[in-house]
Structure formats: structure tokens, C-alpha cells
């Protein structure tokens, strides 16, 4: 059964309780610490004079929000104090619980900064303006502004975790309280709370937080769905009750045989976990028979591996269900052995035991580390998930050194917040956890950015292996550098860690930046001696020259000189326009056009394309200057150059029929270009070649091009069905026209080729 036709068998009697399915305890905590005296009781565990700061934050707080009111009509100092009492469940300190009060005070109220240093202190007013989003300032659209104000949250909790511990609690409140929202509002904020929110909380091992958020999610987002399973899940329960019953008895007896002091706990999936196991492996819910499980919890480590001994003579194993995470930690610190058992009625139930400090990490995550802070032995499970959580914010601020734009950071934390992991080796049996579906490229910049800058080739387990490959679990990789290496835009379809992804981009963006400003200072350079003069030094202790540049960035509305070249590389900008201008300045301040540089400025240039200079083609051109693909121009060929908006230089033949048509669209737009005369490479041009078929006729083509010491770079044969003679397109790198015309001229020897030309465009 799927989950439309679940949803109509349950809808009637669904939606009847459907205001009953409402997180009653959570509820209750809600009504609880809505005033001071219920969140007092709560910080016990704070000093006196803790305390009085804490009421004196409570005072301003409720100050500031005086005449405020909540959707559903409560005063709004109750939702503070309500975040104020979660942060409490984690034992956070006196600061993250007065800036929980007062979190609202800037963004709302108008509260300064400075007025919260005054009174609280310079941490806990950091904490605050943390939380606080960046209503006031202007972007171009919504999502624009959402991504700024996440940015500057996701950073601030890389300075200090308290940052983000507060935000969950006030998103888990407001979530909890939600009901009174219009529901288009309130399905927007699920989805995001769904999408970043909820990740970010397991990401850091808050599982408790993740799974109610989850829950209210699908419970906003999905409501009928929601509704129908908690039917089915409650039916469930008495069906399936015997057999818990059953499994916990006998499960008590062995332990009690083992003579081992075990706590005995059981667990249900949540009912967004079960619908979406529903949805991705398109079952039933009668299908999902894992929805009850057993934590077994210990005393020490070693009682872990007693205990799975103590169960697997109990009842049979699942092969391929057993999963050590204290060997090898999920990558939040989670630790515990998972494994899966058949029942004595043919249920398949799942146990996990792991020590009392093991499983307030599992549930508390990196808010553990408050819960242990005596430093007493329990508390070293918390200081791992604690480095762990650390390591992750750490890459925040990596991923925030390479990427300036908002929207693409958030698109690179996105990907980092994927739950599923896969653990590597390195060669000296270091373990790495990368996302799952992660490559060698990921695993070479995880080691670090040198690394997968230079990588050109890697092993696995020994053996050579693409780049693209998969890694698995257990998987040794080992990486092959090379000091000329750099990364291949390419690469960014493949690799799945925001890392990854943000220094490769970062390395694009400053060698294409690189290669531009080179372009630029080429034309410019030319095309001023075009006016006799020579381009003035960029010497910072030169202060005519500096004069000089500071007039012709402020005429042409850059900020440095850099920028004016970028944006003549670019195409933005005409050089023949900008050097006109710098002419005009330096003759005002005296300089006077040389006849000599004059004469050299206007060698080459023709009559069909405005006097710019001539910039030369040698093939060592990155991203600045493109050979066009409708023409594939080559060493020997007559070219002209398309100075596009924003695109760089793109060259053409001269008898290019796209090149025609943007002359005449763009005519001011060309510039003289010419072939070096030493190119650096091969260059890649298009042959069509009409053979008979026959056996091993593609063995002889390929055989005469090796001969004529050309490369096959692409092969197309096309669709069509098998015939007395067959188009082959091929795509060969030469070096110029006369070593084509040696290829052409081998092809043309082999006998079952019929004719062989260059394609045109």
C-alpha cells in the first residue's frame, strides 16, 4: 500500500483527531516556562549571583517587548523566556541564557548593540547580535536577504556554538507554537526549517532537536499525511505489541543470565522517518517493519561488545546489519554498535547499546559538552562530539574565506549538511568522513586546499582509479600530485563536499581574474600606443602615475586599476575608449605622443575592424580568450577577434558565418588579432569523413591519424542505422593548417575512405 492510498483508507478518521496530534508534552513544557518562575527552577544548577543576572536580562527583555503580542495572542516575553527554559534542558552558561532572553531586543525593539554591552557585557551582546537578521538593510530579492542574514548567523556560531544552540531553541519553540501562523507562512518556514535548520542539528548531534523538528515539519508541510500515519502508527501499536513485549522479556533474562546491569530502553521511528522511508522505497506502511527498536545501555565500552555477544546467542543476526560507530564515529561524535536481530515471531529489531555518556552525546550532541563540564571521566564522549562539532564550524569559516556571495555560501553549506557518511583511510590510517557519493577530489581537499589544487591522479586500495570514482567505506586513497597541476572546472559536477566546491571555484575565479587583467593591460597597452603613447607604470611610489590612474578609474567608475583592466578584458569596457581618455590626461600633465610608438601602435592593424592593436594567439590563453567552437580556428587561418560583453575575447576565423553576424550587430566590438609564432600547443578542428563500411575500418582511420601524428580528441558516428557508407565526424587536434592538410592527406590515402574535408561553419 503507498502513501496516497494509506492517506485515503485513514483520512476520515484522521482528520477527526487531527488537532489531537499536537506534541501534547511538548505543549506542556511550553506552558511551563512561559513565565520567570518556571525557567528559575529550571537553572539550578546557576549561582546566586548568575541567577540575578539572569532576572535582571528578564526585566530588560520583558522592558523592551512591553505591548507586544505573539500571533496567538500571548505577550511576546513569553516566547523568549520559553527559548531561555530549552537552552536550560542543555545546562548552557549564564551568558547563552541571558542572550536567549534578549534575542529579539535588536532585530524587534531597536536595542543597540552598545546599550547591550553597557548593561550584559561584550559576550553576551555578541551572542545577541548573532541571532539578529539583517532586516534592515536592502537586497534585491527575499532569498537574497535570508542567505546574508544565515551567512552572518552560520558565521557568528563558528565564533562561538552558543550562537546556533539558541537559534534551534528558538526555532523549536516557534515551531511548537506555530498553529496560530497563516498556513502559507507557516509551510514556508517548515520547508525551511526542514532544509537547514533540521540538518544542522543532527549535523552537531542534537538527535532530540532533529527529530521533533522533522516531525513538526511534516506535520505543517504534510498535514493529511501526518495525520493519516500517526492513525496507522497508533493501530500499529497494539498489533504489534506482544512481540515488543516478548523480545523485552527474553532480552531481560539474558542479561540477567550474563549477570550483566544493563538499562533496557526502547525507541519508534518518528513518523517523518517512517514516511520517508515510505516515499523513498515506495512501500507500504506494512512494510516498514523496523519501526521499534531496543537501546541497551552499559557501563563501560567493553560491556558494549559483551552485550552484543549476550543478544547475537540470543537471536539470529542480520548479515550486513552490524555497524560499529565507537571504532569509528559518525563524523557528530554519535557513537554506539548498532545491530540487527530476527525475533522469535520473524521481525527483524534493531538494538544499540552504548555507554550513559554515549547516549547523552547521541541525544544532546555537541550541547553535551555543558552537561559534562566538571571534566569528570564521563564527559570525554562529550568532548569529542564537541572537537567533532568544532571541526565542522571550523570549515564554515574556510568555505567563507573562498566565497564572498551569500546565496553561493549557503548553496556550499547545503551540501555539507547531508547526514550520510562514508569513513576512508589515508595511507597512514588516518580516517576521514566524507559525504556519501564523495570522489578523490573530495578526499584530496579535505586533506588540504595544496593538495586538491594539485591533484592529477589517484589510487584506491592500491589499485589507479578515475577521479570521478565513488569512494566507499573502508576504501585507502591515496592521492598523486603534480607542482603545474591545477583544478578542472569539470570538476565541480562531480565532487560533493562545500569545501570542495567553494576552493575549486575560488581558484577559477582567481586565475580567470589573473588571465583578464593580463588581457586587459594587453589591449589597453596597445591600443594606446594606437595615440603614441606608452601605458604609464603602476608604481605605487610613482605619485604623477598614481594620480594619474586614481582620474581614470574615478572617469570610469571603478575603485582600483585592477578592476578598470578586468572589465577591459572582459569586454565591458572598449580599450580603444579608455585609452582615448588616458591619452587626454597625459597629455595634461605633459607627456607628448612618441612617432615611433605611434608607428608600432597602428603596425597590423586592417581596415575592417576599429585600431585597437594586435593581440596575439599562442594557445597559453586560459579563460580570458576563447577559440570559438562554430569555426574551430587554427594556427594558419585569417582571424578576428569579438570582444564580448563580460565574455572575454573570443576568436573567430574571418570567414565565419557567426562571425559575419555579430559584425554586423556589434561592429565596434572587433579587434585585430594574429597567430604567435610559436604556438604552445595543439588546437582542435572538425573533420567529416564519408567511409564504406566494412571490418576494422574505424582501426584504419585511427591508424592513419596516429600516422600523421595528429590526436583524436572526439568520435561521432551519429544514430543511424547501418548502411553501405557511414558519416564519421571526427574532432582532431593539430597543430596548424599545413599539419591538417598532412592529415587530410593520410586519411585520404586509406581506401575505404570515400572523401575527407574540414568542416565549416
Known amino acids: 500500500m503507498g502513501i496516497r492510498s494509506l492517506a485515503a483508507e485513514l483520512l476520515p478518521s484522521a482528520l477527526q483527531g487531527l488537532q489531537r496530534v499536537s506534541f501534547a508534552p511538548a505543549a506542556r513544557d511550553v506552558q511551563a516556562a512561559e513565565t520567570f518562575d518556571g525557567l528559575a527552577a529550571r ?61 529579539d531586543t535588536i532585530e ?29 538593510l536592502r537586497f534585491n530579492t527575499r532569498e537574497e536577504g535570508q542567505a546574508e542574514s544565515f551567512r552572518k548567523m552560520l558565521l557568528a556560531m563558528a565564533r562561538d556554538v552558543r550562537v546556533i544552540l539558541v537559534k534551534l531553541a528558538d526555532r523549536l519553540h516557534n515551531m511548537r507554537t506555530m498553529g496560530a501562523m497563516a498556513p502559507d507562512r507557516a509551510r514556508r518556514i517548515a520547508r525551511e526549517t526542514l532544509e537547514i535548520y533540521a540538518p544542522i542539528a543532527h549535523r552537531l548531534g542534537l538527535n532530540e532537536v532533529y527529530r521533533e ?32 513485549e516478548r523480545v523485552e522479556q527474553d532480552v531481560h533474562k539474558a542479561f540477567a543470565r550474563a549477570r550483566m546491569k544493563v538499562q533496557i530502553g526502547g525507541r519508534e521511528k518518528t513518523l517523518y522517518s517512517i514516511y520517508r522511508k515510505m516515499r523513498d522505497k515506495r512501500q507500504g506502511f506494512a512494510q516498514v517493519n523496523d519501526i521499534f527498536g531496543f537501546r541497551i545501555i552499559v557501563a563501560g565500552i567493553d560491556d558494549c561488545y559483551r552485550a552484543l555477544g549476550v543478544l547475537h546467542q540470543l537471536y539470529k543476526p542480520v548479515p550486513g546489519r552490524f555497524k560499529d560507530y565507537i571504532a569509528i564515529p559518525k563524523s557528530n561524535g554519535y557513537q554506539s554498535l548498532h545491530t540487527t536481530l530476527v525475533s522469535p515471531l520473524g521481525t527483524p529489531v534493531e538494538f544499540q547499546m552504548r555507554t550513559e555518556a554515549m547516549d547523552a552525546v547521541a541525544e544532546k550532541g555537541i550541547a553535551a559538552h555543558w552537561l559534562y563540564k566538571s571534566g ?79 591533484t592529477v591522479a589517484a589510487t584506491i586500495n592500491g589499485e589507479p582509479a578515475a577521479l570521478r570514482t565513488e569512494l566507499k567505506s573502508g576504501d585507502v586513497v591515496e592521492t598523486v600530485t603534480a607542482p603545474g597541476a591545477r583544478p578542472n572546472p569539470g570538476w565541480l559536477n562531480i565532487v560533493r563536499t562545500g569545501r570542495a566546491r567553494s576552493k575549486i571555484r575560488h581558484f577559477l575565479k ?64 572598449l580599450a580603444i575608449i579608455v585609452a582615448k581618455r588616458l591619452a587626454a590626461l597625459m597629455i595634461e600633465q605633459g607627456s607628448r605622443p612618441d612617432a615611433v610608438t605611434l608607428t608600432l601602435g597602428r603596425y597590423g592593424a586592417d581596415d575592417s575592424a576599429p585600431v585597437h592593436g594586435v593581440v596575439f594567439v599562442d594557445g597559453s590563453e586560459g579563460a580570458s580568450i576563447q577559440l570559438a567552437t562554430c569555426c574551430r580556428p587554427i594556427p594558419g587561418d585569417a582571424i578576428t577577434g569579438y570582444l564580448g560583453r563580460g565574455e572575454g575575447l573570443t576568436v573567430h576565423t574571418a570567414d565565419c558565418g557567426v562571425g559575419r553576424r555579430l559584425r554586423q550587430r ?3 566590438r572587433w579587434i585585430s588579432v594574429a597567430w604567435s609564432d610559436e604556438p604552445t600547443r595543439g588546437f582542435q578542428t572538425g573533420v567529416v569523413a564519408l567511409l564504406r563500411n566494412g571490418k ?47 592529415v587530410l592527406r593520410a586519411l585520404r590515402r586509406v581506401p575505404t575512405v570515400l572523401k575527407v574535408a574540414r568542416i565549416k561553419p
Open 43 to 103: 537553572l539550578a544548577y546557576l549561582s546566586k549571583a548568575d541567577l540575578k543576572r539572569v532576572r535582571e536580562a528578564y526585566k530588560f527583555a520583558d522592558e523592551a517587548h512591553l505591548g507586544q503580542f505573539r500571533a496567538s495572542g500571548a505577550p511576546y516575553i513569553t516566547h523568549p523566556t520559553a527559548v531561555a527554559s530549552l537552552c536550560a534542558e542543555w545546562r548552557l552558561d549564564v551568558q547563552a541564557i541571558m542572550a536567549a532572553l534578549m534575542h
Open 108 to 136: 524587534d525593539q531597536g536595542v543597540s548593540k552598545v546599550t547591550l554591552v553597557e548593561h550584559f557585557g561584550a559576550p553576551t551582546a555578541e551572542l545577541v547580535d548573532g541571532l539578529t537578521k539583517l532586516d534592515r
Open 213 to 244: 523538528l522533522q516531525d513538526l515539519c511534516f506535520a505543517h508541510i504534510h498535514p493529511w499525511r501526518q495525520a493519516a500515519l500517526a492513525k496507522a502508527l497508533q493501530r500499529s501499536r497494539g498489533t504489534r505489541r506482544n512481540v515488543v
Open 376 to 454: 569528570d571521566k564521563s564527559g570525554q564522549a562529550a568532548a569529542e562530539a564537541q572537537r567533532l562539532g568544532t571541526m565542522w564550524l571550523q570549515s564554515l569559516l574556510d568555505i567563507q574565506d573562498e566565497t564572498r556571495d551569500s546565496t553561493e555560501f549557503l548553496e556550499h553549506v547545503k551540501i555539507d549538511l547531508f547526514p550520510d557518511a562514508v569513513y576512508v583511510f589515508t595511507p597512514m590510517s588516518r580516517i576521514l568522513a566524507l559525504p556519501r557519493g564523495a570522489t578523490p577530489i573530495d578526499f584530496a581537499y579535505a586533506i588540504h586546499s595544496d593538495v586538491g589544487n594539485h
Open 510 to 573: 582567481n586565475l580567470e581574474q589573473e588571465e583578464t587583467l593580463a588581457l586587459g593591460e594587453k589591449m589597453l597597452a596597445q591600443a594606446l600606443r594606437a595615440e603614441g603613447l606608452k601605458l604609464p607604470a603602476s608604481d605605487p611610489g610613482d605619485e604623477a602615475a598614481s594620480a594619474l590612474w586614481q582620474q581614470l578609474t574615478r572617469w570610469s567608475g571603478n575603485r582600483t586599476r585592477a578592476e578598470l583592466m578586468v572589465d577591459i578584458g572582459l569586454g565591458r569596457k
Open 666 to 668: 556589434d561592429p565596434e
Open 696 to 742: 576494422g575500418v574505424l582501426a584504419q582511420v585511427a591508424s592513419a591519424v596516429s600516422a600523421a601524428e595528429a590526436d583524436i580528441t572526439h568520435l561521432d558516428m551519429g544514430n543511424e542505422p547501418a548502411a553501405e557508407t557511414t558519416e564519421l565526424r571526427l574532432l582532431l587536434a593539430v597543430r596548424d593548417r599545413q599539419h591538417l592538410a598532412d
